[in-house]
């Protein structure tokens, strides 16, 4: 590659710089490519330097890419992509899918499972690194090929996304708890019960709710208890301890055997798009176009 304003630049630094913003680190890039730290560190420097644009920013602790570097870095994956195909020697169709994919998900728990468990059997040769939060999770910063979102709007649109499947977003309580406080009849009935929320997916000041039709309402109402975990919202329903807002595919086995129940489906049941998301890539490899088609077939799992 030649810099029109000054030398060429190595395609090998380009590469190094790739294997520093996926690692994380430049210790951890120097130990994957076998070179001294400083080393990479000068091919770094080099490189912006030749590019006249800062890439990385640096701290004692943490590396983030600059908008120029983000742009960069996508160009850089390009070529290594390219490059490790040359290198196979074999065409994508011919070549079975192997590899390393690291992919982020707010699902946890058996749906994860049985979402995955068919692509690692049929696909022997790849490996996973299943990265679980309920948090949103850029895909460059956490080094993620894919990620799984559970949204009705995509907020970044320089994303490819392929919808996988859907689910139903419900209010939810345990029988206990409803004998001890009644059922509410109205959606401002809920004023006077206790909302175990979830901080990350339906905040800490007010209760918005969404019939099916699409009406919209919104509550002012205090948490009386704040979570960040599907998980643990879950048990404190079940603990008899308040009402929340839960996935249907989350509770189908507590709302099937009774332990907990729906309440004002008038009221709020909204449709919830599931999509996976993925960055525009020239060359995607094989194995994660793979595991994007298995994923499209999982919709009956949701």
């Known amino acids: 590659m030649v810099n029109k304003s000054g030398p060429m630049i190595s395609l090998d630094d380009m590469l190094v ?8 680190s430049f210790t951890q890039a120097a130990q994957e490519l076998g070179l001294g730290k400083a080393r990479v560190s000068q091919i770094v420097t080099r490189l912006e330097n030749q590019l ?15 908008d120029a570097g983000q ?14 195909q040359a290198n196979q020697g074999l065409s994508e169709q011919e070549d079975e899918p192997s ?6 998900t707010p699902l946890g728990g058996s749906l994860t499972t049985q979402l995955l468990s068919g692509f690692l059997q049929r696909y022997p040769k790849v490996s ?27 907020e970044d649109s320089s994303l490819y996304a392929t919808q996988i499947g859907q689910f139903s977003d419900i209010i939810c309580a345990s029988p206990t708890y409803l004998d001890q406080v009644g059922e509410p009849k109205l959606a401002e009935d809920l004023l006077s019960l206790a909302w175990i929320s979830h901080e990350i997916v339906h905040g800490d000041r007010q209760l918005s709710l969404c019939s099916p ?24 329903l079940k603990q008899g301890l308040g009402f929340g807002i839960m996935p249907s ?3 189908a086995n507590e709302l099937a055997s009774g332990e907990l129940v729906q309440l004002l489906p008038q009221v709020h049941q909204v449709s919830i798009p599931v999509y996976a998301v993925y960055q ?14 298995h994923l499209k077939t999982q919709q009956q799992t949701f």
Request: proline fraction near 2%.
């Open 128 to 154: 996973l690194d299943i990265v679980e939060s309920d948090g949103y999770q850029n895909l460059i910063e956490s080094r993620c090929d894919l990620a799984i979102r559970a949204s009705s709007s995509l």
């Open 249 to 251: 595919f989350v509770v």
């Open 280 to 293: 525009e890539k020239a060359l995607m490899p094989r194995r994660l176009r793979c595991l994007i088609e």
């Open 17 to 24: 710089f790739a294997r520093v913003v996926s690692s994380g």
């Open 52 to 66: 006249g644009a800062r890439l990385l920013n640096r701290t004692t602790r943490s590396l983030a890419l600059t």
């Open 99 to 104: 590899g390393f994919l690291r992919l982020a």
């Open 71 to 84: 742009d960069y870095y996508q160009y850089c994956l390009q070529i290594g992509e390219l490059a490790e």
């Open 213 to 236: 039709q699409g009406e919209r309402r919104r509550l002012r109402l205090q948490p009386r208890v704040l979570v960040r975990s599907t998980q643990t919202l879950l048990g404190f």
